[in-house]
């Protein structure tokens, strides 16, 4: 089971600090990513971190803005946000899947139930 949160409203230029609590597997075995929707707009990958940290990937969109990171200690992943913009509103779910992250929605086993994010102008 995943828990997102930290979500809310913020203005551009803020930050937020996602967190997703993982619990019922052995958390670090997973890979683990979070992805955004938009109302009306696919599901896409925001970011993902391999099972131990050792590999992190970025959309190009936030690279350089946000930072994933997680603490197997504490079976949670966290999504740093900064440098907030308009257009990165949306719901923000993480996901889980074997050992390293990918790119696409399907390929994630487990996925929390969302956490909205409101940049405004």
């Known amino acids: 089971q995943l828990q997102a949160s930290g979500g809310g409203l913020v203005q551009a230029g803020g930050s937020l600090r996602l967190s997703c609590a993982a619990s019922?597997?052995?958390?670090?075995?997973?890979?683990m990513g979070w992805f955004h929707q938009a109302p009306g707009k696919e599901r896409e990958f925001v970011a993902g971190i391999s099972w131990n940290g050792g590999i992190k990937n970025y959309a190009d969109s936030v690279k350089g803005r946000f930072t994933i990171s997680r603490d197997n200690a504490k079976n949670t992943v966290y999504l740093q946000m900064n440098s907030l913009k308009p257009e990165d509103t949306a719901v923000y779910y993480c996901a889980a899947r074997a050992w390293a992250p990918r790119p696409l929605p399907n390929e994630y086993d487990y996925w929390g139930q969302g956490t909205l994010v409101t940049v405004s102008s």
């Open positions: 019922g597997r052995t958390f670090s075995n997973y890979g």
